[in-house]
């Protein structure tokens, strides 16, 4: 079974500074890792995944992520933040068995600031 | 466009209703999946299909609650009997394998 932890439930910041939104996740096989961002009232986009390969992978809207499997983590990083990237961000991972069913996170509210 | 669409959008029904809920994948994914979300929680997986076939239902999924995929395309979930503990938005997303899900905009499923 995979569990996924992440850390902060809330991120206030100001817009055009850097953001780091932080996910631990746990399991006994090897893992696929996604985030997904969700706006109000609406479904989830994919932002990224992590398969396979380079540890460091780029999604959209100029958001990216690093593995790391020692330390079991998989967060999301962005440079500079817009309002526009105020919303829930859910990390969530699959791994073991073939339906690659999805364990989701609790979630993180980012929040930009003008 | 040619993502996951779903319908309704919202449906507010009185306790003890029946309520279905459909759902259309992209069309080339084989895989699809219902999830649950509660407020303030991520998704919660229910049930997942590979064509037609339902492979994996989760302990979540009462026998109130059924999952159809006729002929591998659409999808139904129908609750029987509500209560007000189903209140939720009910997810679906299609798959074509390993490479990430993607999702519909929802229901938004209210028992009063």
């Known amino acids: 079974a995979q569990s996924v932890t992440q850390l902060d439930s809330q991120v206030p910041v100001f817009e055009e500074a850097p953001v780091e939104l932080r996910c631990n996740y746990s399991?006994?096989?090897?893992?696929?890792l996604f985030w997904y961002v969700q706006y109000p009232n609406q479904g989830l986009q994919l932002l990224l995944k992590?398969?396979?390969?380079?540890?460091l992978v780029k999604g959209i809207n100029g958001f990216e992520a690093e593995f790391n499997k020692s330390q079991t983590s998989f967060h999301l990083r962005k440079p500079s933040v817009h309002i526009s990237d105020t919303a829930e961000y859910f990390c969530?991972?699959?791994?073991?068995?073939?339906?690659?069913?999805?364990?989701f996170g609790k979630g993180t509210l980012l929040t930009v600031n003008p | 466009d040619t993502g996951v669409s779903q319908n309704p959008r919202h449906k507010i029904t009185k306790r003890g209703q029946n309520v279905t809920f459909r759902c259309d994948p992209i069309?080339?994914?084989?895989?699809l999946y219902w999830y649950r979300q509660t407020l303030g929680q991520g998704p919660e997986f229910l049930t997942y299909?590979?064509?037609?076939?339902?492979?994996?239902k989760s302990r979540l999924l009462s026998d109130r609650f059924s999952a159809e995929r006729p002929k591998g395309s659409f999808s139904t979930l129908e609750i029987q009997r509500t209560e007000q503990g189903d209140s939720a938005m009910y997810l679906c997303?299609?798959?074509?394998?390993?490479?990430?899900?993607?999702f519909g905009p929802g229901t938004r499923l209210t028992v009063t």
């Open positions: 992590y398969l396979s390969g380079s540890t």
């Open positions: 969530a991972v699959t791994g073991g068995g073939s339906n690659y069913k999805l364990t």
């Open positions: 399991s006994s096989v090897s893992v696929y």
């Open positions: 299909f590979q064509n037609e076939a339902q492979l994996e």
């Open positions: 069309s080339e994914h084989n895989r």
């Open positions: 997303a299609s798959s074509p394998g390993t490479g990430g899900q993607y």
